[in-house]
């Protein structure tokens, strides 16, 4: 992953900027039974093959974008300039037409959508510049994309020479078709349809696993290539002409706009290759990628950093209250949670034989957080703290046991007499000790108050202690 932001992609295809009006309805028009929306705020994004670009560049990688625009362009380039995708040159303009626009309006939700587009054949001399610009972009990148929304600027000649190129370089061509004829790409290195897709294509439903491997099948014969089908809620699943098929399950915790998705994932696949990734790779990151994309609102791309996050947290889908995980993993839920403006509370120490003095504390911290971490040293840290007859419990035990302990979201070990460097890590917005500490005392404490956080010392119970325990064992 880290390879990622080395990555040079060229997306040719059709380019056009998604623009979002955000108001209010408050009555009804006297001159029609239609709502009157009220203006609040409007923005505009890169939108078609302009949005597979930008999601490219929130990557860290490079995109060089080809397609075609109209004289009325300006607001398009300005926004891929916004982004940082200085290569805009591949941008032809044509006279004869417009940018493509879809306004959207919305009023808590989508109201209405009113597309600018005009889609008559391109010119022979508009069409010899697209292909100019394409080769030109190909010999410069190590995967190539196709993004054909089906507003004509990839045309069969476009298509062929495009293929040809990149064929003749050896680097993939991935396309998101919209043609129902899949011979129309043929050439190319893969296909990343939707089920929609597939199934106009091939009059074949896909539904099941079954239905989708027929469906596929069926496409393979006109396309003459390798096909990852993108399922919606069953995740994706990779057909290759040879090998074995492979299905990957959703990534998506939560949906709320799939605006986007298939841009984000032909995005990801592709820079993933361009860096050489193998394909079982570059197909979880597209997917975890399209998992974070469709949790939010309108056109969207994901970050480098949310994608890495994602990756580490995967292993935490099923993760029950109190579990004992790997310090990444402790550290990507951290920020997970903090992106959701939930407050996240830290706690550390031996913890062995749990006494009510634990209990005391872990409320206290509970109450003081939405989120609690616990932080528990291991089992070579406590010897050398206590020593060699400590700890009487072994990590393991006192992880189940203090994950157990109501309040308890996650618990993590850590190795370092201090633990300075998980604080360091993990960024809790709360650190709580005992009130035997003064805050100038609390490790880590000038951490959190340095990101406005704040230090908790929680009252003790008295004649409560593990070494108390062990003497009155004796």
């Known amino acids: 992953m880290n390879r990622l932001p080395e990555a040079k992609v060229a997306v040719i295809g059709d380019v056009m900027i998604d623009v979002y009006l955000k108001g209010i309805i408050e009555r009804i028009s006297p001159e029609a039974p239609v709502p009157v929306v009220r203006a609040k705020s409007q923005n505009a994004v890169p939108g078609g093959a302009a949005n597979v670009a930008a999601n490219i560049v929130a990557l860290g990688a490079q995109a060089i974008l080809v397609g075609v ?236 950093e949310e994608l890495r996050e994602a990756i580490e947290l995967s292993d935490g889908h099923s993760l029950t209250g109190g579990a004992l ?32 003095g634990h209990i005391a504390l872990i409320r206290q911290a509970s109450e003081a957080c939405d989120k609690l971490i616990m932080a528990l040293n291991t089992d070579a840290s406590v010897s050398r703290l206590k020593g060699p007859t400590r700890p009487v419990q072994k990590e393991a035990a006192r992880a189940q046991v203090i994950g157990a302990v109501k309040g308890v979201d996650l618990v993590v070990l850590f190795d370092e007499e201090t633990p300075l460097e998980l604080i360091e890590a993990l960024q809790p917005d709360v650190l709580v000790k005992g009130a035997d500490y003064t805050v100038e005392t609390v490790v880590g404490a000038d951490i959190v108050l340095a990101r406005g956080g704040r230090v908790v010392l929680a009252d003790l119970i008295a004649g409560q202690s593990t070494t108390r325990l062990i003497r009155d064992m004796a």
């Open 69 to 304: 625009i109209g004289p009325d362009g300006a607001d398009l380039c300005h926004a891929l300039e916004s982004l940082g995708l200085s290569h805009v040159d591949g941008l032809v303009v044509d006279e004869s037409r417009r940018t493509i626009r879809k306004q959207r309006i919305m009023a808590g939700q989508q109201v209405v959508r009113i597309d600018f587009e005009d889609t008559h054949e391109l010119s022979k001399d508009i069409e010899a510049k697209v292909i100019a610009h394409a080769l030109r972009a190909i010999d410069n990148v190590e995967a190539v994309i196709l993004s054909d929304y089906g507003k004509g600027v990839l045309t069969p000649a476009v298509v062929k020479a495009i293929n040809a190129h990149a064929r003749a370089q050896n680097k993939p061509v991935i396309v998101d078709p919209k043609q129902r004829d899949l011979s129309w790409y043929r050439g190319a290195t893969l296909i990343t349809p939707n089920r929609a897709e597939l199934t106009a294509a091939t009059g074949l439903p896909c539904e099941s696993d079954e239905q989708a491997a027929k469906a596929a099948k069926a496409a393979q014969i006109a396309f003459d290539g390798d096909i990852l089908l993108t399922r919606s809620e069953k995740g994706l699943s990779y057909y290759p002409r040879e090998g074995e098929v492979a299905h990957q399950p959703t990534r998506a915790r939560e949906v709320f706009d799939v605006s986007g998705a298939g841009d984000t994932v032909v995005a990801t696949l592709a820079t993933a290759l361009a860096v050489k990734a193998d394909f079982a790779e570059a197909m979880n990151f597209a997917n975890h990628a399209a998992g974070i994309v469709v949790a939010k609102a309108g056109t969207a791309t994901t970050t480098l």
């Open 325 to 356: 995980v790997e310090r990444h993993v402790a550290a990507a839920m951290c920020r997970h949670w903090q992106r959701q403006g939930l407050k996240v509370g830290m706690a550390n120490g031996c913890f062995d034989l749990i006494h009510p």
